[in-house]
Nanobody, 127 residues
Framework: QVQPVESGGGLVQAGGSLRLSCVAS????????MAWFRQAPGKEREFVAS????????YYADSVKGRFTISRDNAKNTVYLQIDPLKPEDTAVYSC????????????????????WGQGTQVTVSS
């Protein structure tokens, strides 16, 4: 069982930056692909970014390329999402997801059947 727990959200002005963290307990973190999703009020959940087991490969939604950076630290069982600069349209609940059955070099995409999900952390960007 892997339980992801997100943190780092908050209320930030447009143009600022945030780094979200997701700690996923369990021995299988280093063998799992990881992803971030977000859900804005009244909208469907949206894929944001994902990363391979070792961190060597990443994949981003077109809408966030150039502003979002996903990374991971396997020694800390943590995946990060850096957002810079923030825009009001980034306001959403950000959740991380665990892809527990990916091979080395594989980056899980938006349609992957993720095994575990966190509860999310709220990001609110004021204009």
């Amino acid at each position: 069982q892997v339980q992801p727990v997100e943190s780092g959200g908050g209320l930030v002005q447009a143009g600022g930056s945030l780094r979200l963290s997701c700690v996923a307990s369990g021995r299988t973190f280093s063998s799992s692909g990881m992803a971030w999703f977000r859900q804005a009020p009244g909208k469907e959940r949206e894929f944001v970014a994902s990363i391979s087991r070792s961190g060597g490969y990443t994949y981003y939604a077109d809408s966030v390329k150039g502003r979002f950076t996903i990374s991971r630290d396997n020694a800390k069982n943590t995946v990060y999402l850096q957002i810079d600069p923030l825009k009001p349209e980034d306001t959403a609940v950000y959740s991380c997801a665990v892809a527990g059955r990916v091979g080395e070099g594989v980056v899980p995409g938006p349609l992957y059947d993720y095994d575990y999900w966190g509860q999310g952390t709220q990001v609110t960007v004021s204009s």
